[in-house]
């Protein structure tokens, strides 16, 4: 089964990316310099996304505090962390803050990650003699 996940241009073409990529992605999440609620706020997100061959997916912030185990306040704090590190990107919804779990914010692996994530993926592939497929 072919992945979802695609990265290039339509000039280039577009590197469908594997299970090898997410094990490098996994990788860089955690040999990254984070603290241990950064790292594992990252890792929800990026299973939320990446993982499930999505670039992008709506969690609830009542949902991410609860799964990680962190404070609303916290859980805010971490989040502004990782966005100025360039390790995600939050697009939030309107309204102000509330503990409702049917308020959704959309979040994303941040491009410079998923891009440097890439490049190491490509090279590796690449020296080893394996083939990209291309779409």
Do not use: C
């Not at 799964?67 to 939050?90: A, H, Q």
């Amino acid at each position: 089964m072919a992945s979802n996940l695609k990265i290039g241009s339509e000039d280039n073409g577009y590197a469908i990316l594997d299970e090898f990529f997410k094990s490098l992605m996994f990788q860089q999440v955690m040999d990254s310099d984070l603290s241990r609620n950064e790292r594992d706020v990252l890792l929800v997100i990026f299973r939320k996304t990446i993982h499930y061959e999505k670039w992008n997916d709506r969690i609830s912030m009542y949902w991410l505090s609860k799964t990680v185990g962190i404070s609303p306040t916290t859980l805010r704090v971490t989040l502004k962390r990782l966005e100025n590190k360039s390790f995600i990107d939050v697009t939030r919804s309107t309204g102000g803050k509330t503990v409702s779990s049917k308020k959704y914010n959309e979040f994303s692996i941040h491009t410079y990650l998923v891009n440097m994530v890439f490049k190491k993926w490509e090279e590796i592939k690449l020296y080893n003699g394996f083939d990209i497929q291309y779409d």
